[in-house]
């Protein structure tokens, strides 16, 4: 591997001028500039941004932690703040936590020795990382959260309205008549999934409406959990018209239960998601969803971050990006289900 001496002596310089050049440390001819850089291209030069960072304190590396790299929604999140940290010449490295908050404090001692400039977390499941920010904090390097916040958590942070989006997706359904509306949640310890549900009762509670403790089902962020959730449901009577689903992983699992039990989607039950993520427009019924802008969280992520690196000494962002109800043939008005209930009873005397 050719290192800085190669390209003093392509270049028939000094190994201080080589420096020079390739850090910026002071001002070089513009010819001997040329000399060198034509010197590194000859023998295929390759700077180590570890012995960089070992000068400089950290390096142009950033680490980013996420808790399930197979969750349809974080690859939209990963992907905006790596487009903002390479045209800012930074690079990403992407870390993976299964929700286990762990396998979260392992990666974050891990890449404290790769001296990031900082990172970027979505917070894994019980997370707390007071001590481990403080410690970045120490060496340099800032710390921003995204979509969740961890416990005790006052730094830079960027969410989506979660609770803003659940009261609009409830009210959606109140508006379309219905009443016997039941929510499968995600963790509730989860910050967004807390908040979630806060905007549904909310709602409810804007129309007078009483939601029976049995209609409010805590599962993971999972489809599996929807499933099974929804399967408790429909043997509740009454059984809900209704159910606003934490995320649309869940909702996929909603959408097979109700398919595995004979019912249909939405004449015997309404359905709303959270994420809008991509397959929700493909499926049959096309699935409501609230949108929220996963691309722009990273983006924005990215962005704080970076500046705090270069300097930025402001207090703590707290920001929080809107959200948006995109309703589609996976809900319709109570009467038509009722109806639809009617008609099938008719059928079946009628045999």
């Given at each position: 591997?050719?290192?800085?001496?190669?390209i003093?002596?392509?270049?028939?310089?000094?190994?201080?001028?080589?420096?020079?050049?390739?850090?910026?440390?002071?001002?070089?001819?513009?010819?001997?500039?040329?000399?060198?850089?034509?010197?590194v291209?000859?023998?295929?030069?390759q700077?180590?941004?570890?012995?960089?960072?070992?000068?400089?304190v950290?390096?142009?590396?950033i680490?980013?932690?996420?808790?399930?790299?197979?969750?349809?929604?974080?690859?939209?999140?990963?992907?905006?703040?790596?487009?903002?940290?390479?045209?800012?010449?930074?690079r990403?490295?992407?870390?993976?936590?299964?929700?286990?908050?762990?396998?979260?404090?392992?990666?974050?001692?891990?890449?404290?020795?790769y001296?990031?400039?900082?990172?970027?977390?979505?917070?894994s499941?019980?997370?707390d990382l007071?001590?481990?920010?403080?410690?970045?904090?120490?060496?340099?390097?800032?710390?921003v959260?995204?979509?969740?916040?961890?416990?005790?958590?006052?730094?830079?942070?960027?969410?989506?309205?979660?609770?803003?989006?659940?009261?609009?997706?409830?009210?959606?359904?109140?508006?379309?008549?219905?009443?016997r509306?039941?929510t499968?949640?995600?963790?509730?310890?989860?910050?967004?999934?807390?908040?979630?549900?806060?905007?549904?009762?909310?709602?409810?509670?804007?129309?007078?409406?009483?939601?029976?403790?049995?209609?409010?089902?805590?599962?993971?962020?999972?489809?599996?959990a929807?499933y099974?959730?929804t399967?408790l449901?429909?043997?509740?009577?009454?059984r809900?018209?209704?159910i606003f689903?934490?995320?649309?992983?869940?909702?996929?699992?909603?959408?097979?239960?109700?398919?595995?039990?004979?019912?249909?989607?939405?004449?015997?039950?309404?359905?709303?998601?959270f994420?809008?993520?991509?397959?929700?427009?493909?499926?049959?019924?096309?699935?409501?969803?609230?949108?929220?802008?996963?691309?722009?969280?990273?983006?924005?992520?990215?962005s704080i971050?970076?500046?705090r690196?270069d300097?930025?000494?402001?207090?703590?962002?707290?920001?929080?990006?809107?959200?948006?109800?995109?309703?589609?043939?996976?809900?319709?008005?109570?009467?038509?289900?009722?109806?639809?209930?009617?008609?099938?009873?008719?059928?079946?005397?009628a045999?």
């Open positions: 591997m050719a290192n800085i001496l190669d003093a002596r392509k270049a028939g310089v000094s190994v201080g001028t080589v420096s020079n050049v390739l850090n910026h440390s002071a001002t070089v001819k513009e010819s001997l500039r040329k000399r060198v850089l034509e010197a291209d000859a023998v295929g030069y700077p180590s941004q570890l012995a960089r960072g070992l000068r400089r950290k390096t142009n590396m680490g980013m932690i996420i808790p399930d790299i197979t969750n349809p929604f974080f690859p939209a999140v990963v992907r905006g703040a790596e487009d903002i940290a390479f045209s800012r010449g930074y990403l490295i992407l870390c993976n936590t299964d929700n286990d908050h762990a396998k979260e404090i392992f990666h974050l001692n891990e890449l404290r020795a001296l990031p400039a900082g990172l970027i977390v979505i917070p499941n019980f997370s007071t001590e481990q920010a403080e410690s970045y904090r120490k060496m340099g390097s800032a710390i959260c995204v979509d969740r916040l961890p416990k005790h958590w006052k730094g830079d942070a960027v969410t989506a309205d979660n609770e803003g989006g659940a009261y609009a997706a409830t009210r959606s359904l109140l508006s379309l008549g219905h009443r509306i039941a499968i949640t995600g963790p509730l310890h989860l910050t967004n999934a807390a908040e979630r549900l806060a905007g549904f009762r909310r709602a409810m509670r804007a129309e007078n409406v009483v939601v029976a403790p049995e209609y409010v089902q805590e599962a993971t962020f999972e489809r599996y929807g099974s959730k399967m449901l429909l043997r509740m009577i009454p809900p018209t209704a689903a934490g995320n649309d992983l869940i909702a996929f699992g909603v959408l097979q239960a109700i398919r595995e039990a004979g019912l249909r989607c939405p004449e015997d039950i309404s359905l709303i998601g994420d809008d993520m991509e397959p929700a427009a493909m499926l049959n019924p096309e699935l409501s969803s609230v949108s929220q802008p996963g691309y722009q969280l990273g983006t924005t992520a990215a971050l970076i500046d690196v300097g930025d000494l402001s207090p703590a962002k707290q920001i929080v990006l809107q959200t948006a109800v995109q309703l589609r043939h996976s809900v319709v008005p109570v009467q038509e289900e009722e109806e639809a209930v009617t008609r099938r009873k008719k059928e079946r005397a045999r």
